[in-house]
């Protein structure tokens, strides 16, 4: 068993946050050079975390050679964490059973767990201190300030702001100051490394004052109209955690494009499935209680693309009621610096379409041709559906004894795609039977999860059996 070669992804040099409980998500390459797995099993402080996702393509590793089996070497597995008062610190080791039977346990390391700041008390009144957290990185100089001047005519004039730069620009930065620097109320802090807007606005999230009794999501080149906090903060009642509004999309010199959002799909703040698979909770219109931090920070590992939004949404819905103004409370600029922009984006199918197989068959390389859709396609399951799976289980690790039932076999429900690929093709059926508004996204996941599938034990045959083309 000395032959086992194990390379863990993660760098378990850096503190993991725990909060009121995580979920640590472990990729990495375990194989034998000659032999294949039948068990792997992730040891966390002697506890047994089972790896249905072993022996998993990883496209990076040679196919060929003396050490083909590392091709299909890929693992992932995810690891959940109560909440801990004090930091402590865990090792990890992979146990592996291949098929002669023989087992082996193989260190992995050792991470440090560290717990969360004590959780806010939610204010209840409409009068409260607002936070508002504003990240920016190179913002245009003309939009920042332009949204700088909205914020200060706000009807709602008890909030402070909280301007979190991710490594702007030196003569960028400066404009933030300068734009700023006319109001106490503003407070700006500058990250030593750039984190990306998802941890950006985690930072931000973070410097959150204990006073305050709400929070509102700020981007550096809106423009709000002026009762924005105040209709936002009027919509609350006893169980709403958090509260969005329309808006009016609008073109970079202002012009308006469409009085609402919601010109290309259907809305959604009840459905908690169809928010998990599809956001429609825009960061910028958002308004919530700071309580809700204690359940939102950390923000989970970030796995594809993840948005700070989608996040904060399934944990309103999971702990309490979303409100929503049907009106438009800002303006939402288009332009190409945009990180999403408001777009129409295409329904999922299933299976391609028969025009598109027929000219397939028609080319040269099928075979070649119909790996590569697929290598597409898998990517779908990396990236997407392990991020859904993400969410459920920190939602669960922090809420599952304060939601609903119904809310928390929802999110078990998606957690076990981990384990089965069958509850996405139950939650693709779903979605056509009650038409959810996620354009089609439970498809999109079936098929990448079919791809991963497929590809998977293609290239363990290809191993097993010493195929080289």
Not at 17 to 24: E, Y
Not at 83 to 110: H, K
Not at 364 to 379: C, H, I, M, N, S
Not at 428 to 446: M, S
Request: glycine share 6%.
């Amino acid at each position: 068993m000395s032959a086992l070669a194990v390379h863990l992804d993660a760098d378990l040099t850096e503190p993991f946050p725990i909060g009121a409980g995580n979920v640590l998500v472990v990729t990495g390459r375990c194989h034998h050079p000659t032999r294949a797995l039948r068990r792997l099993t992730l040891v966390v402080d002697g506890a047994a975390f089972p790896i249905v996702n072993h022996s998993c393509l990883r496209p990076e590793m040679p196919a060929q050679g003396p050490d083909a089996n590392a091709r299909t070497s890929g693992f992932w597995v995810t690891v959940p964490f109560a909440a801990i008062a004090e930091p402590r610190r865990v090792t990890l080791a992979l146990r592996a059973e291949l098929d002669d039977g023989s087992v082996a346990d193989v260190d992995a390391g050792a991470l440090e767990l560290v717990p969360a700041r004590p959780a806010i008390p939610a204010a209840r009144d409409a009068d409260a201190l607002v936070a508002i957290c504003l990240a920016t990185c190179d913002p245009d100089p003309a939009f920042f300030a332009a949204q700088i001047d909205s914020l200060l005519t706000q009807t709602h004039q008890r909030w402070v702001c909280i301007v979190s730069d991710d490594g702007s620009a030196a003569e960028r930065f400066a404009a933030i100051v300068a734009a700023t620097a006319r109001d106490p109320r503003f407070t700006v802090v500058r990250n030593d490394v750039r984190l990306g807007h998802y941890r950006n606005f985690e930072r931000a999230l973070g410097c959150v004052p204990a006073e305050a009794g709400f929070v509102a999501l700020s981007d550096h080149d809106d423009i709000w109209y002026p009762e924005k906090l105040a209709v936002s903060l009027a919509a609350f009642g006893p169980e709403t955690t958090l509260v969005y509004t329309d808006m009016d999309v609008v073109a970079v010199d202002g012009r308006v494009l469409s009085r609402t959002y919601w010109t290309t799909r259907r809305n959604n703040y009840t459905d908690l499935a169809a928010l998990v698979f599809a956001n429609t909770v825009t960061g910028a219109s958002t308004v919530f209680r700071t309580a809700l931090l204690a359940v939102v920070l950390p923000f989970p590992i970030r796995v594809g693309e993840a948005y700070h939004d989608h996040w904060i949404a399934c944990a309103a819905l999971t702990a309490g009621t979303i409100g929503y103004v049907d009106a438009p409370m800002y303006a939402y600029r288009q332009h190409a610096d945009n990180v999403l922009g408001h777009f129409a984006p295409p329904g999922h199918r299933l299976l391609p379409k028969p025009g598109d197989v027929l000219r397939a068959l028609g080319r040269a390389g099928l075979a070649q041709r119909t790996l590569t859709t697929l290598w597409r396609l898998r990517e779908i399951y990396d990236r997407d559906v392990v991020r859904l799976v993400v969410i459920a289980r920190v939602l669960l690790e922090r809420l599952r004894d304060r939601t609903t039932p119904t809310k928390r076999r929802t999110l078990e429900h998606i957690a076990r795609l981990e384990r089965s690929r069958i509850g996405l093709a139950r939650e693709a059926i779903a979605a056509a039977i009650t038409r959810r508004p996620t354009l089609g996204a439970e498809r999109y996941c079936l098929r990448g999860a079919f791809a991963a599938w497929v590809l998977d034990r293609y290239y363990r045959w290809r191993a097993a059996t010493g195929v080289r083309r």
